[in-house]
Nanobody, 122 residues
Framework: QVQLVESGGGLVQAGGSLRLSCAAS????????MAWFRQAPGKEREFVAG????????YYSDSVKGRFTISRDNAKSTVYLQMNSLKPEDTGAYYC???????????????WGQGTQVTVSS
């Protein structure tokens, strides 16, 4: 079992920045592909960013590319999401997810965190 705990959400004005963190309990953290998803009220959960488990290749949705950066620190079993130039449409609950294998944009991940709320005011 892998437990994921997100932190770093909050309220920020448009154009501002936030850094989300996701701490994993897995001892073999480096063997998992990690991803961030988000869900806005009344909308389906969507892929935001992911990072692979070997060469740490990042993947982004078109809506956040160039503004968000995903990274991982295997020594700390933590994945980060640096969010810059935030927009009101970035508002939602952000979830960390882990799976063995490749990063995928569908939500077929083995483990999920409880989520952290991000609210961007205009």
């Amino acid at each position: 079992q892998v437990q994921l705990v997100e932190s770093g959400g909050g309220l920020v004005q448009a154009g501002g920045s936030l850094r989300l963190s996701c701490a994993a309990s897995a001892g073999n953290f480096r063997s998992y592909a990690m991803a961030w998803f988000r869900q806005a009220p009344g909308k389906e959960r969507e892929f935001v960013a992911g990072v692979s488990w070997i060469v740490e290749i990042p993947y982004y949705s078109d809506s956040v590319k160039g503004r968000f950066t995903i990274s991982r620190d295997n020594a700390k079993s933590t994945v980060y999401l640096q969010m810059n130039s935030l927009k009101p449409e970035d508002t939602g609950a952000y979830y960390c997810a882990a799976r063995r294998g490749n990063v995928i944009r569908e939500d077929d991940y083995d483990y999920w965190g409880q989520g952290t709320q991000v609210t961007v005011s205009s």
